[in-house]
């Protein structure tokens, strides 16, 4: 039985689950692709810090040099995240005739044209089934599975951080600096975290699956975002209070040709199967014309799930499913046409709206006139009554019914005008 070279390039927490896979499930490996696959390159940044795992002397190296001459060694995997070093790496491993398999979704959303052309330059491959909810297999769900099926929308729970972070928050009363902390101890965050609670990681992977499920080239700057970090522990129980629960969800709906994208964080209902979606798991329901209704779970962070991912990807390069695949895809290539996206403001949905504004007389008849002229209808409405009512601020919750966001967002835009306002009012879908 021949063995296949692997080079690994980053050996964090996925790196580390990488490798933990292929020397635990070696034999698996062996039965899954016929040969013994080794690791034979190991890179890091930083070659005297303390690892998590025990490898062969001599294995873990410094610079990609001898990964790079080892003509043998034709899949590398990339686990280093960020944009530089791991796209320059990228390109010489690619130009070095070298099959890449990446979880860094941030590299693919900025630099995805630039890589999926020299891959196919060079007559290379690129995988990267674990740069979108980790454990889920969505991509080849998307782009092999259902492609019987016209999409016609999405709404996924992308980000294993913030879903970690609300959940905690949401069931243990926790303070969401604690929570954050934790997520980044148990290696779910980003190195910069920043990319997980503002939305910008949810945003990315959005733009990798609409992509690939609706052939739309959107840059994931374009796409409208809002984080977890516009909310305050109120809103998850008012949330709780209207039945609900917030999950940050990035979605895609495909409307008479064009795609409008967006994440937010949203409350959606309890009972619902994307409000019992916990911890870091991540969800993607969908919706295929053939099919129906899809929803898969799974673990969206973390060493071992999202190694599973990549060592699938592995498995694939290796017996050559990986390449016909990619080669079919066209991905990230001006031959596919692209699919129009739609302006977002013009989606519906009830909303939930939090103001801040001082506790006096005729107060509410300016906010109800604001919202009035803007056509929203108040469905249902909760205040608190504050130590220092009356003239103090006074946090005032309301759920609407349908309105476009557009009108939402002008009515909180005059609300927050208002002298009577003390505070940025929060305005957030709700899914129903
Ligand atoms: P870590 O920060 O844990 O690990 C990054 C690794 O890259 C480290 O081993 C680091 O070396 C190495 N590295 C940094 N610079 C270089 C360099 N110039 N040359 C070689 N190696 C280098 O990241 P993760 O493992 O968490 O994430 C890796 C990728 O996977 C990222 O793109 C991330 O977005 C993505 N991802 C992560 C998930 C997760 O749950 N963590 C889930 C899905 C995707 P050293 O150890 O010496 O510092
Ligand atoms: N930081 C990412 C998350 C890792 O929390 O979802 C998985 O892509």
């Not at 409208?224 to 209207?242: K, M, N, V, W, Y």
């Not at 129906?292 to 499913?321: C, H, M, N, W």
């Not at 031959?335 to 107060?363: C, E, H, M, W």
Request: glycine letters at 10%; proline letters at 4%.
């Amino acid at each position: 039985m021949s063995s296949i070279r692997i080079g690994l390039i980053g050996l964090g927490t996925v790196g580390t689950g990488v490798a933990r896979i292929l020397i635990e499930n070696a034999e698996l490996m062996r039965r899954q692709t016929g040969h013994t696959l080794e690791l034979r390159h190991v890179v890091v940044g930083d070659t005297a810090k303390a690892r998590q795992i025990e490898l062969a002397p001599g294995l873990i190296r410094g610079d990609i040099e001898a990964l790079i001459a080892d003509t043998e060694c034709r899949i590398a995997v990339l686990l280093v995240g960020g944009l530089e070093p791991a796209r320059s790496i990228a390109l010489r491993l690619l130009t070095a005739g070298k099959d890449l398999i990446t979880a860094n979704k941030a590299l693919l959303a900025e630099h995805g044209t630039e890589l999926f052309e020299a891959a196919r330059l060079h007559g290379r491959s690129i995988a990267f089934e674990a740069s979108v909810a980790g454990g889920i297999p969505i991509i080849t769900n998307m782009s092999q599975c259902l492609s019987a099926n016209q999409l016609s929308g999405l709404s996924g729970i992308l980000n294993g951080t913030t879903n970690f972070i609300l959940t905690c928050m949401d069931e243990k009363g926790q303070d969401y600096g604690v929570a954050l902390k934790e997520a980044q101890h148990l290696g779910y965050a980003e190195a910069d975290p920043t990319m997980d609670v503002d939305g910008s990681d949810a945003a990315q992977k959005l733009a990798i699956l609409a992509h690939l499920g609706f052939g739309a080239r959107a840059y994931w700057k374009d796409i409208p975002r809002l984080g977890i970090d516009c909310l305050s522990p109120l809103d998850i129980a008012f949330a709780r209070e209207l039945g609900c629960r917030i999950k940050l969800i990035a979605s895609a709906r495909l409307d008479q040709g064009s795609l409008a994208l967006g994440v937010s964080p949203a409350l959606v209902r309890l009972g619902s199967p994307l409000a019992e979606v916990r911890q870091a798991f991540n969800a993607v329901a969908l919706h295929g014309d053939a099919v129906g209704q899809l929803f898969y779970q799974g673990q969206g962070a973390g060493e071992k799930p999202t190694a599973s991912a990549v060592v699938a990807d592995i498995v694939d390069t290796v017996v050559g499913r990986a390449q016909i695949t990619f080669n079919l895809l066209q991905l990230w290539s001006e031959n596919r046409p692209a699919v129009p996206l739609a302006d977002l403001s013009q989606t519906k949905s009830r909303f939930y709206i939090r103001l801040t504004v001082a506790d006096n007389p005729g107060v509410l008849a300016v906010i109800t006139g604001i919202l009035g002229a803007h056509l929203i209808s108040i469905a249902s409405f909760l205040q608190k009554e504050p130590a220092d009512s009356p003239g103090g601020p006074v946090t005032l919750v309301m759920m609407t019914h349908v309105a476009s966001q557009a009108a939402a967002n002008a009515a909180i835009k005059a609300i927050d005008q208002l002298p009577i306002t003390s505070a940025r009012s929060l305005c957030l879908p709700v899914m129903d």
